[in-house]
Structure formats: structure tokens, C-alpha cells
């Protein structure tokens, strides 16, 4: 029955976000605390900075450790001096721009990387011939490819469409993005026991059929990490292809402009830092709400 | 008459030419009725789920050949003429308990109403017609293996193919479904071939039991029942059920002369 099935649903818990809220207040309460006594405490007194003549912790001056609360005060500062915006909008627009682009570049992976693992999953000659390009592939450093995609792409006309630096950083973020998800997706395709398989045959079930009511079902479980370490990995090649090619509206950039502000407004920085961090926080939230409404009807762990 | 099952001079070898080939089963004749009901027993290994697979057309024989309502087991597979049952249920977590019920009906392009209410009456055969929406995970192992034979049954096949589906339940449960399954192949007319270990489980619900051995996989002997067609709790006390008991054990021993020991004979007894 509906009612019973709604029993049963997992638990929409906020401990995860209490608990994730702690886990930020602790770390700057570490910071403020090093910063302002620990730092110099050993600095002074004791001089454990310092390991074999090498200078092993930070120095606690506000240029390499500002506080927590100049960082809060940054946001409301103005962009520039003289700027009507403050810090604070241009993070956000530049967040935003990002986290849409990483968004764009994980469905563009997410789709790339569950063809090619339908193709290995049903030709296992493309497995074993694709498996070690794309390994291959992961392997190519970034910085070194974005600009090349700028110079390839600066050739390309598609139907008079214009290769923007924004296509590079969303190519390379779902470059990274889409070598999770093959891999993924192929073991989920790959993961219904023989006895499921030989019931969809007993069915004289099409090898499209069986996918779509067995295997790409079956998968799921599987999509779901994947899913996590591609977030992780298009936010990653959004923000390093920004930097490496110079977009300037994504947070990435960001960061490497206000750095060159370091010694007059050395807190600034990390405001684009925290940037950052919402972006890879929102993107696990658009993984974690897709992930909850395709297993809503999964058994809750204890019974998996 | 054309029979629902007919397997002629059948051999299947695997690994046929290597050094680790196995002859799972030789000389396989075998004919079962429309509305039959015929068990395969024989202690692990003698080739029951091999012969069950070669009449579903998931394995192909190395020589001889098979007749299922008279089709190619090919025909009769694409044309979906049997239904199949496995020891475990296997029903796919992330469907309904109509959702599985209605999987092979989906695969054979039924309209969602026609679908729907088929798998509303199976759920009435099957009494579980309140579980509809219920996910598989929320039901006990002997509902889920009713679930199970209900998918099998959804599609009307005229041919009922089963291997062990009653293995994992305990003894109440499975009198109960060996009871069911009676009362739904009477209603339904179904042609059964049922694997079992189970001597008791055999003579209460067969016409025929179809006795094999291993080493080479055979059939070593064909008991009729004919305890008649209406059984009930008291056929399981009747003195005929317990002749029939004896000799189907004695068909076992006689049959396992060749390898088998006695404690693996009591194994099969013990079930
Ligand atoms: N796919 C296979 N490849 C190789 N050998 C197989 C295969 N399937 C079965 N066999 C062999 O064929 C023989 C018969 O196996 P089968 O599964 O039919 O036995 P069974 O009578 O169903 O046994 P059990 O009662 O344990 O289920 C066994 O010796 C087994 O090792
Ligand atoms: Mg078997």
C-alpha cells in the first residue's frame, strides 16, 4: 500500500547538516585560535617553527593568516575602490557563473561517459580497445590542454557557432567529469547477477530491453558515487580551465586576480576561496537531491 | 496429441573437446502431457537445472533435440510459451510487486490497463492481492517467492518451467505453496516440469517423477503417482503418499549405485 510505503522511507535527516555546519565552525575556530595565540606563542617562546632550519608552519601575521572576521568584513567592501559593487555580489555572480558551468560540464560528462560505457558494456571489443584511452586520457595534465582547446577550438565553426573560452572550461570540466562516470556506469551495467540476465532472455527480451529494465536500473547504486567523484572532478576542471585560460567571470579566475591584491587586501582572497567552496557544496547538493528522488523507492540501507 | 514437452535422444556436454568436459546429461528421453505435472529429482549435479535450461532454450543441446508445444525451443521462447521460476525469487528491487508481476507483460507490449489488471488477478491467485504497491524488500521470503510465481504465471504461458522455487522457504510455507501452486495450475490448465530434492515435495504435487542420476547425468527411472488430481492436507497422510515416498527413494538408491554414498542419499531424504 502507498501509506505503508511512505513508512518506510529513509529518514530525511538534518544531523548530516548540523554536523557539516560543526565541521566549518571548528575549523575557523582552529584558524582564529592559531592565528592570534598558538602561532606566536611558538613562534616566540619556543620556536618549534621551525624543523631543521626549515620554516614548517605558517607565520601568524595577517598577511599570511588574516582573520576570519577581516575575511567576513571583505564581502561588504567594494570590489575596487570606487566600485558600486562589493565583494560580496561579485563572488556570488562569479560562483554562480561557475557552478553553471560545472553543471553543464557534469551532464555533458554524465551523458558521454554513460554512452561509452553502454558501448563497452555491449561490445566487449570496444572495452577492451577504449578502456586504456580513457585511462590514458586522465592522465593528460589540464593546464596543458586548456589552452590547446582555445587554439582548436578558435578553428572550429559549427553552424556558425563561435567557440567561446567558456567551452573550453565546460569541455574540460566534463573531460574530467565523464572517465568516472564511464567506469562507473559499466560496472553498474554489468553488476545484474546471471540469474536477472537469464530471466530477461527467458523473456526473449532485446539487449536494448534488457538495458533499459535491468541494467540501467541495476546501475543506479552505482551512479550515485560516480556521480560524486564526477561533481567533484568538473568543478575541479572548470575552476583550474578558467585560471589556465583566462576566463575572467567564473570564481576560479577570481582567485588568481584578488591574489595579486595579497598585500594590500590580503584577506580578499578568501573570499573567492569561499567561492569555491559553496560551488563544490552546491553541486553536492544537486547530486545528493538527484540521487534522493531516483532511489526513493530503494531499500533503506539496513535491508541492502 | 502434441506434447507440451518432448525431449528426443538429448545429450549436453560442456566443455565439449577440453580436457574438463562435463556430460552433464546422456540419453535424455523424456515426454510430459499438456496439463501434466512431472518432477525432476536426482541428488546435485545429476543435471535437473541443465535440462530445465535446455527446454527454456537458455542452453542449447549437443545432440538430439526438443519439442516444446511442439515448437523449436527457440519459437517457443521468443513466442513466450513458458514461464519460468528460480530457486531464488529475483524480483527487481526497484519495482513494485505489480511492477514485477507485470515485467514480462511490459516486454510483450501490453497497454498499461491490460497490464495493471493482470497483475491485480495474479495478485488475487497468489493471495496477496492487498501488496500491489508494496516494494519487493517489504515482504517476507516466502511473499516474495509467491510474487515471483505469479510474474511467472502473468502471461498465461501454457508451460511452467521451476527450479527449487520453494528451496528456501521453511516447511509451513512451503506446504502451503506446494498447495497453492496445485490450486493455481488446476485453475489455470498450466503444463509444470519442476525441479526439486525434495521426495516428499515430488509425490505430493506430481503426476510423474522423473528420477535421474549423475555421472553421466540420466534418467534412471519414471514413478507415476497417480495419487489423482485432487490433493489436500490429507493426501500427505494417505498410505499410498507413503508408498510412493518409498519408492521414489528406492528409485534414488538403485540409481546411485554407481558413486553416490549413502549419507548423500540421506541428504536428499533429509530434505
Ligand atoms: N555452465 C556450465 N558450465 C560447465 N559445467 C556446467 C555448467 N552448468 C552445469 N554444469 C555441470 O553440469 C552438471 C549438471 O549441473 P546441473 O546444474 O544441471 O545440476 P543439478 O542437477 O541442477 O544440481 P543441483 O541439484 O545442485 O542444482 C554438473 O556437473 C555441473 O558441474
Ligand atoms: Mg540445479
Given at each position: 500500500m502507498k501509506s505503508r510505503g511512505r513508512e518506510v522511507v529513509k529518514r530525511r535527516s538534518v544531523r548530516p547538516f548540523i554536523f557539516g555546519v560543526l565541521a566549518l565552525g571548528l575549523l575557523l575556530a582552529v584558524w582564529e585560535s592559531y592565528r592570534n595565540w598558538i602561532g606566536p606563542w611558538l613562534g616566540t617562546e619556543?620556536?618549534?617553527?621551525?624543523v631543521l632550519g626549515f620554516?614548517?608552519?605558517?607565520?601568524?601575521n595577517d598577511l599570511a593568516m588574516p582573520s576570519v572576521f577581516d575575511m567576513a568584513r571583505e564581502f561588504g567592501r567594494p570590489q575596487v575602490r570606487g566600485s558600486s559593487t562589493n565583494v560580496f555580489e561579485a563572488v556570488a555572480q562569479a560562483t554562480f557563473n561557475s557552478l553553471q558551468l560545472a553543471i553543464g560540464a557534469l551532464l555533458i560528462g554524465t551523458f558521454v561517459g554513460v554512452g561509452a560505457a553502454i558501448l563497452m558494456s555491449r561490445f566487449k571489443v570496444v572495452q577492451r580497445g577504449l578502456m586504456p584511452y580513457l585511462v590514458i586520457s586522465q592522465t593528460i595534465p589540464l593546464i596543458a590542454l586548456a589552452p590547446l582547446t582555445v587554439t582548436w577550438g578558435g578553428q572550429l565553426s559549427l553552424f556558425g557557432f563561435q567557440w567561446q573560452k567558456w567551452t573550453s572550461a565546460l569541455v574540460l570540466g566534463a573531460f574530467l567529469s565523464f572517465f568516472p562516470i564511464a567506469v562507473g556506469a559499466l560496472r553498474g551495467f554489468n553488476s545484474p547477477p546471471p540469474a536477472a540476465l537469464e530471466l530477461m532472455d527467458s523473456y526473449a527480451a532485446s539487449w536494448w530491453s534488457t538495458w533499459r529494465k535491468l541494467r540501467l536500473p541495476a546501475a543506479i547504486p552505482y551512479l550515485t558515487p560516480a556521480m560524486r567523484l564526477a561533481g567533484s572532478a568538473a568543478v575541479f576542471g572548470v575552476v583550474v580551465s578558467e585560471i589556465s585560460v583566462g576566463l575572467t567571470d567564473g570564481v576560479g579566475y577570481l582567485i588568481l586576480a584578488y591574489m595579486q591584491e595579497g598585500t594590500s587586501r590580503?584577506?580578499?582572497v578568501f573570499t573567492a576561496v569561499a567561492g569555491t567552496v559553496v560551488l563544490g557544496l552546491a553541486m553536492a547538493a544537486v547530486i545528493n537531491a538527484a540521487d534522493r528522488y531516483f532511489t526513493r523507492h530503494r531499500p533503506p540501507e539496513e535491508f541492502a | 496429441m502434441t506434447f507440451a514437452v518432448e525431449v528426443l535422444a538429448v545429450h549436453k556436454v560442456f566443455n565439449s573437446g577440453r580436457s574438463n568436459q562435463v556430460d552433464a546429461l546422456t540419453d535424455i528421453d523424456l515426454q510430459v502431457a499438456p496439463g501434466e505435472f512431472v518432477s525432476l529429482i536426482g541428488p546435485s549435479g545429476c543435471g535437473k537445472s541443465t535440462l530445465l535450461r535446455l527446454i527454456a532454450d537458455l542452453l542449447e543441446p549437443t545432440a538430439g533435440s526438443l519439442l516444446v508445444n511442439g515448437k523449436a525451443p527457440r519459437q517457443a521462447r521468443l513466442d513466450q510459451d513458458y514461464g519460468m521460476a528460480f530457486q531464488q525469487a529475483g524480483l527487481f528491487e526497484w519495482r513494485s510487486v505489480a511492477k514485477n508481476i507485470e515485467l514480462p507483460l511490459e516486454l510483450k507490449g501490453w497497454d498499461k490497463d491490460k497490464r495493471r489488471g493482470r497483475a491485480m488477478e495474479m495478485l488475487e491467485l497468489v493471495k496477496l492481492p492487498n501488496r500491489a504497491d508494496a516494494m519487493p524488500w517489504q515482504l517476507s521470503g516466502g511473499q516474495q517467492q509467491r510474487i515471483a510465481i505469479a510474474r511467472a504465471l502473468a502471461a498465461h504461458p501454457p508451460l511452467l518451467l521451476m527450479d527449487e522455487p520453494f528451496g528456501a522457504l521453511d516447511e509451513m510455507t512451503r506446504e502451503h505453496m506446494q498447495a497453492e501452486l496445485l490450486r493455481i495450475c488446476a485453475a489455470t490448465q498450466t503444463t509444470v516440469v519442476f525441479v526439486t530434492h525434495s521426495i516428499p515435495e515430488a509425490v505430493y504435487l506430481s503426476d510423474r517423477v522423473v528420477v535421474m542420476s549423475p555421472g553421466p547425468g540420466r534418467i534412471t527411472e519414471i514413478v507415476q503417482v497417480g495419487l489423482g488430481r485432487a490433493r489436500d492436507e490429507g493426501t500427505r497422510e494417505a498410505v499410498g503418499f507413503y508408498e510412493k515416498i518409498t519408492e521414489v527413494r528406492e528409485a534414488l538408491r538403485g540409481g546411485n549405485l554407481g558413486g553416490l554414498t549413502n549419507r548423500e542419499v540421506a541428504g536428499i531424504e533429509d530434505r
Open positions: 619556543r620556536d618549534v617553527g621551525k620554516k614548517l608552519l605558517p607565520r601568524a590580503p584577506a580578499k | -
